[in-house]
């Protein structure tokens, strides 16, 4: 068991009730916890076993904010769907996906109890993965303002600034006037680049652009009161959306050069694809794969049904057939990709349909029809065999003759052959087996979770 898992359990965070449990225990004690889980993630990444290079291209993420759940919206169930959904691609496609884990470590941060909250709900969810080394958690040991003075972060700050000067038109912001005396504003965007498309922003302090009529008491939606352009583009409010994105961009960089790997950047949304196109670190089609395996992994029955625990034994035990199955659905969605920008859920839904399931249709009559003849091979043995028998019982013949009738045919195992008959109907042939898509077919046989 992984440290992180051991601290888990020694403080009762179990998955079902673990974030709630956050909700009642002392500053003090969320600090301690928060210590102890990066101590423990440091632990496991410093003594995890260091496998050979991989001789195929290895699938090595970042999760970005938005896909783990650190960004958009924060209310749990929504967090918490945004997790699972990661954490099952990362079960399907992923060799690893490092995953930034951001703990207070200021005593009486009003954020830590939050930021705890969080950690403690991605450790939970992804545990299986964990412990399986496909997922790793990660501290950050880089500042934000280290970040943004990163050179690196030039090129891509200017792609961000330039993709919001592009939406800007896209965005309306709403002033909600005054919540315990904090300006309040709504923000309306594309959902590409905007979660449910709106977005409540609360300062800490009054802005000088923020208007005056909404300097009183809070409103609700029928008297709110629209931002004009100069008001939205004093505000920063859309840049800040799209510099968000360049953040993690950089986490990328800085981490791949940590790590001496390439970490492709696993998104959450749409719009990011097109944001990473306009970078040098923008591999869109690379991006583009990516981005439609995720949508493949919960919007399609056979991914999105089949249990993690299940999917995770597969991949034990036929490392070979999850590789093949893996890059054939890389290469699948590369050769049926046509135009750039986001993907959506139907996108996803449409290449099952039209290539993968056909494809998958075809491998399980092959490999049914194999079992049948089997089968009949094994009941056909296994008549022979009881036919002696019942010849012995009706005739009379005692069963020390019918012992020597067998021995004088060569010899069998009636509970064997019996056994191989009922059991044929789980063999594969060898040419099913061999199937770029074997393991996906073996995933289709897993009861459904």
């Not at 930021?115 to 964990?130: P, Y």
């Amino acid at each position: 068991m992984s440290q992180v898992s051991e601290i888990l359990d020694h403080y009762g965070l179990v998955p079902l009730d673990g974030g709630a449990k956050v909700d009642t225990i002392s500053n003090a004690k969320v600090n301690e916890i928060s210590e102890a889980i990066r101590q423990a993630v440091r632990y496991d990444v410093d003594n995890r076993p260091q496998g050979s290079p991989s001789s195929l291209e290895p699938f090595r993420f970042l999760a970005g904010s938005s896909v783990r759940g650190d960004s958009g919206c924060s209310r749990p169930e929504c967090r918490l769907e945004k997790v699972k959904a990661f954490v099952r691609y990362a079960a399907l496609y992923c060799d690893e996906v490092y995953v930034p884990l951001h703990l207070s470590s200021s005593h009486g941060d009003d954020n830590a109890r939050h930021h705890l909250k969080n950690c403690v709900l991605t450790l939970n969810a992804s545990r299986s993965l964990i412990e399986a080394g496909i997922l790793r958690p990660i501290i950050p040991s880089v500042c934000r303002s280290c970040f943004e003075t990163a050179p690196a972060f030039i090129s891509v700050r200017e792609a961000a600034d330039k993709l919001a000067g592009q939406h800007l038109e896209e965005f309306k912001i709403y002033a909600r006037g005054l919540l315990d005396g904090k300006a309040v504003i709504r923000t309306e965007g594309p959902t590409d680049f905007l979660e449910h498309g709106t977005l409540m922003t609360i300062f800490g302090r009054m802005p000088e652009w923020y208007p005056e009529e909404s300097r009183k008491g809070f409103t609700e939606l029928p008297t709110e009161v629209p931002l004009d352009r100069s008001q939205i583009s004093s505000s920063g409010q859309v840049h800040r959306i799209f510099r968000e994105i360049a953040m993690d961009v950089i986490a990328q960089i800085l981490y791949s050069k940590r790590m001496h790997c390439g970490l492709t950047y696993l998104m959450g949304r749409p719009g990011e694809v097109e944001f990473l196109s306009q970078t040098k670190q923008g591999r869109e089609e690379a991006l583009r794969t990516a981005a439609i395996a995720e949508k493949l992994s919960h919007e399609v029955p056979v991914f999105a049904e089949a249990p993690i625990e299940s999917i995770i034994e597969l991949r034990m035990q036929d490392r070979d057939a999850f590789v093949m199955y893996r890059d054939a659905v890389k290469r699948i969605i590369r050769d049926h990709l046509v135009g750039g920008g986001g993907v959506t859920a139907e996108d996803a839904r449409q290449l099952y349909g039209d290539v993968l399931a056909p494809r998958l249709a075809k491998l399980r009559v092959e490999s049914q029809a194999y079992r049948r003849s089997l089968r009949r091979k094994s009941l056909l043995k296994a008549g022979a065999s009881t036919a002696l028998l019942t010849i012995g019982v009706v005739s009379g013949v005692l069963p020390t003759q019918i012992a020597d009738i067998v021995k004088a045919v060569g010899g069998f195992s009636v509970a064997k052959e019996i056994v191989e008959s009922v059991f044929a109907v789980k063999e594969t042939s060898a040419d099913v087996r061999s199937d770029d898509l074997y393991f996906l077919l073996r995933l289709a046989e897993q009861p459904s979770s």
